[in-house]
T-cell receptor
Framework: GEDVEQSLFLSVREGDSSVINCTYT??????LYWYKQEPGAGLQLLTY?????DMKQDQRLTVLLNKKDKHLSLRIADTQTGDSAIYFC???????????FGTGTKLQVIP | DGGITQSPKYLFRKEGQNVTLSCEQN?????MYWYRQDPGQGLRLIYY???????QKGDIAEGYSVSREKKESFPLTVTSAQKNPTAFYLC????????????FGPGTRLTVT
């Protein structure tokens, strides 16, 4: 079945860039997403990328996709304390509604 | 305001009791989902429904049941058969177009003692 892997924890200093990595196994993945979860809350979509794209930039967020290696990353520039949260990578194959989520990476921003 | 509501935010039950978690959406979305979240395990899919009166088992459906009698409502019952029910439960919905993201409710934390 599909599998999405992430490291569990990342710590960065305020103002530095954060890079959160994700690998997935489903070669038919068509849509890849990054969600953010603040403590005790639901998930919020941050950004997404289609599998025919290599990169997508949205203000402080940059998503890079290496389809050959099935590797997705999320870069947050000028990381702020408000960025402290759990970040989930997720993938969906085209035509199916089921989404597979990664384990989540807890980002800690040190002031 | 359009969105997904889950109630209650915190729920406490004794072992052996069934409990139903509410999920309502006014986004007019066809698809709805229930996930369970445990620390370090991410989100695991319990059940999903793509249309009214139809639903499918997810990866960890044992010990859970759902119904989808109305488009806006997708309640989840945690039965006494669920071996380890204490968890954070998240409901989500999505529109039918391809690639559409899921919209999440605020979650219900269930504690069974």
């Amino acid at each position: 079945g599909e599998d999405v892997e992430q490291s569990l924890f990342l710590s960065v200093r305020e103002g530095d860039s954060s890079v959160i990595n994700c690998t997935y196994t489903d070669s038919s993945s068509t849509y890849l997403y990054w969600y953010k979860q603040e403590p005790g809350a639901g998930l919020q979509l941050l950004t997404y990328i289609f599998s025919n794209m290599d990169m997508k930039q949205d203000q402080r967020l940059t998503v890079l996709l290496n389809k050959k290696d099935k590797h997705l990353s999320l870069r947050i520039a000028d990381t702020q304390t408000g960025d402290s949260a759990i970040y989930f990578c997720a993938e969906k194959a085209g035509g199916y509604q089921k989404v597979t989520f990664g384990t989540g990476t807890k980002l800690q921003v040190i002031p | 305001d359009g969105g997904i509501t889950q109630s209650p935010k915190y729920l406490f039950r004794k072992e052996g009791q069934n409990v139903t978690l509410s999920c309502e959406q006014n986004l007019n979305h066809d698809a709805m989902y229930w996930y369970r979240q445990d620390p370090g395990q991410g989100l695991r899919l319990i059940y999903y429904s793509q249309i009214v009166n139809d639903f499918q088992k997810g990866d960890i459906a044992e010990g859970y049941s759902v119904s989808r009698e109305k488009k806006e409502s997708f309640p989840l019952t945690v039965t006494s058969a669920q071996k380890n029910p204490t968890a954070f439960y998240l409901c989500a919905s999505s529109p039918p177009r391809q690639g559409s993201e899921q919209y999440f409710g605020p979650g219900t934390r269930l504690t069974v003692t």
